[in-house]
């Protein structure tokens, strides 16, 4: 009987554990990590689920999983991919690529909190076969790195699980990094005012039918700035919980979006800075529905 540790999505967690397949609680969440391992030429390591697997039998994808009782997401990711394609992986070699909340889309519940992860393979060479015996379970059928053109082939054709898919604009953004980073040092810090267009509880301004139940932020567009398609810069207003028409505050950091042209801009109220967890948790009512990273 497996169990996980239950957060809020502010990433605390509640004290309260859950059985894996029991509902999990409206305003829980679970950990999950996917895991992604490169070698020097560049390839990712991916795996065939086994044939009994409950769901995506005989689909590839990347070794992932739910994070269990007392363990951390670093420590979920190691566990992880020992037991399906049996390397043993160092944490140093671990970065966290980027965190994303999910609670229901599509009108799929997975009330998650889903950490991806990357680690580089050092090893000379790799043989699938060998590796498969060292694994602690029977989840896969087969494994071997491959390039992102494979994987890119695979996902064509159905082959390859779909909630893997912010792999293909995600990444390359993310591996630009190292000789390129989104440079917001104009922006941050800024000082800006503007107008507010959805209030607290409120809906988008053309669809006023729709409400976000936990919708806790004033959110607005920035006067006299605008975006690359010609509309207000959009904004999340961090330090008031009822109704705003207008605001005036200091931008604290950014939210890029990776399948979006659209940056949102985290501006304070009162110029003090916000923990990482409560802004990712706090604008995840619509960045659920995004992949993307917080940059300072």
Same mark, same amino acid.
């Given at each position: 009987?497996?169990?996980?540790?239950?957060?809020?999505?502010?990433?605390?967690?509640?004290?309260?554990?859950?059985?894996?397949?029991?509902?999990?609680?409206?305003?829980?969440?679970?950990?999950?990590?996917?895991?992604?391992?490169?070698?020097?030429?560049?390839?990712?390591?991916?795996?065939?689920?086994?044939?009994?697997?409950?769901?995506?039998?005989?689909?590839?994808?990347?070794?992932?999983?739910?994070?269990? *009782?007392?363990?951390?997401?670093?420590?979920?990711?190691?566990?992880?991919? @020992?037991?399906?394609?049996?390397?043993?992986?160092?944490?140093?070699?671990?970065?966290?690529?980027?965190?994303?909340?999910?609670?229901?889309?599509?009108?799929?519940?997975?009330?998650?909190?889903?950490?991806?992860?990357?680690?580089?393979?050092?090893?000379?060479?790799?043989?699938?076969?060998?590796?498969?015996?060292?694994?602690?379970?029977?989840?896969?059928?087969?494994?071997?790195?491959?390039?992102?053109?494979?994987?890119?082939?695979?996902?064509?054709?159905? *082959?390859?699980?779909?909630?893997?898919?912010?792999?293909?604009?995600?990444?390359?953004?993310?591996?630009?990094?190292?000789?390129?980073?989104?440079?917001?040092?104009?922006?941050?810090?800024?000082?800006?005012?503007? @107008?507010?267009?959805?209030?607290?509880?409120?809906?988008?301004?053309?669809?006023?039918?729709?409400?976000?139940?936990?919708?806790?932020?004033?959110?607005?567009?920035?006067?006299?700035?605008?975006?690359?398609?010609?509309?207000?810069?959009?904004?999340?207003?961090?330090?008031?919980?009822?109704?705003?028409?207008?605001?005036?505050?200091?931008?604290?950091?950014?939210?890029?979006?990776?399948?979006?042209?659209?940056?949102?801009?985290?501006?304070?109220?009162?110029?003090?800075?916000?923990?990482?967890?409560?802004?990712?948790?706090?604008?995840?009512?619509?960045?659920?529905?995004?992949?993307?990273?917080?940059?300072?």
């Amino acid at each position: 009987m497996e169990k996980w540790d239950l957060y809020t999505k502010y990433r605390e967690k509640t004290g309260r554990e859950h059985i894996r397949g029991e509902k999990i609680p409206d305003g829980f969440y679970h950990l999950v990590v996917h895991v992604w391992i490169r070698n020097n030429k560049g390839e990712y390591l991916i795996s065939k689920r086994a044939a009994d697997r409950p769901a995506h039998p005989l689909m590839w994808e990347t070794t992932g999983g739910s994070v269990i *009782k007392g363990e951390n997401s670093l420590e979920g990711a190691i566990r992880e991919v @020992k037991e399906e394609v049996g390397l043993d992986l160092c944490k140093e070699d671990g970065k966290l690529l980027f965190s994303k909340i999910r609670t229901e889309i599509n009108g799929i519940k997975y009330n998650d909190i889903m950490d991806v992860w990357l680690f580089e393979y050092n090893g000379t060479s790799f043989d699938g076969i060998q590796s498969l015996k060292n694994a602690t379970t029977a989840e896969v059928e087969t494994c071997h790195f491959t390039s992102k053109e494979e994987i890119k082939k695979l996902y064509d054709k159905g *082959k390859f699980v779909g909630t893997l898919d912010y792999f293909f604009y995600a990444f390359n953004e993310l591996f630009a990094e190292s000789t390129y980073k989104p440079d917001y040092s104009g922006i941050i810090g800024k000082m800006v005012q503007g @107008k507010i267009d959805r209030p607290v509880f409120s809906g988008p301004p053309k669809h006023k039918d729709i409400i976000y139940p936990v919708k806790r932020l004033n959110y607005g567009y920035i006067e006299g700035i605008s975006r690359a398609d010609g509309e207000g810069q959009d904004a999340y207003i961090f330090g008031q919980d009822k109704p705003l028409d207008s605001f005036q505050g200091k931008v604290i950091a950014v939210f890029h979006r990776f399948n979006d042209t659209e940056d949102k801009w985290i501006v304070s109220l009162d110029g003090n800075d916000i923990p990482d967890e409560k802004i990712l948790g706090d604008i995840s009512f619509q960045e659920q529905y995004f992949y993307g990273k917080l940059y300072r």
